[in-house]
């Protein structure tokens, strides 16, 4: 099973709808965990981290599930440029030792 | 502030030939990264320096080698380029390593080995 997945994608949604995209882990003993944003032939930029308790930052919704090692993201009232590859990471350290993990990637294209 | 400087942008090399890709940041960050990223593979980091003078491997750290050059800059370089190397490379930093900060991406390198 591979470390962080997520959903295929691509998403195609039309202006102003809502998506959600999936994320599971396997480490258990994962500690943080990021979405990241990507723009095409651009670098990564954090988008939010994700709180145990879940957390809101304008349209976009992050929900963590420990118990189920299953991470979200929602948005809301899609635009234009939320347009990008959105990417699950994963980070775990301890004893020394560092890991920061970072899913494929789920594409999305927000239509007109 | 510059964030996350990388250079080159672009680089063609033919198979065996070396280069060193550079690194700087201007954040006063402790801890940098080096990242590789492959179509339908993901980031995957190859080295990272916890912070300066030292340096661990990461995921894929074969037939690379680092150098912390000081707090500042971090450096990769491929000794022998094969043609698997193809690939965008990204240098980053935080904070710190422990820590769960933000990681600051440079704009990327771009390595085609022939």
């Known amino acids: 099973r591979k470390e962080v997945e997520q959903d295929p994608g691509p998403f195609n949604v039309p202006e102003g709808a809502t998506v959600a995209f999936n994320c599971t882990y396997s480490?258990?003993?994962?500690?943080?965990f990021f979405w990241y944003r990507q723009d095409c032939r651009k670098e990564p930029k954090l988008l939010m981290s994700v709180y145990s308790s879940g957390n809101e930052d304008g349209r976009f919704t992050a929900q963590l599930n420990r118990a189920s090692q299953y991470i979200s993201l929602l948005i809301r009232d899609s635009k234009l440029s939320d347009s990008a590859t959105y990417l699950c990471v994963v980070k775990s350290s301890g004893a020394g030792s560092y890991q920061l993990t970072f899913g494929k990637g789920t594409k999305l294209s927000v239509i007109p | 502030n510059a964030g996350v400087t990388q250079t080159p942008k672009f680089q063609v090399l033919k198979t065996g030939q070396s280069m060193t890709l550079q690194c700087a940041q201007d954040m006063n960050h402790n801890s940098m990264y080096w990242y590789r990223q492959d179509p339908g593979m993901g980031l995957r980091l190859i080295y990272y320096s916890a912070s300066e003078g030292t340096t661990d491997k990461g995921e894929v750290p074969n037939g690379y080698n680092v150098s912390r050059l000081n707090k500042r800059e971090f450096s990769l370089r491929l000794e022998s380029a094969a043609p698997s190397q193809t690939s965008v490379y990204f240098c980053?930093?935080?904070?710190?390593?422990?820590?769960?900060?933000?990681?600051?991406f440079g704009p990327g390198t771009r390595l085609t080995v022939t």
């Open positions: 980053a930093s935080s904070e710190g390593l422990v820590t769960p900060s933000e990681q600051y």
């Open positions: 480490n258990s003993a994962s500690q943080s």
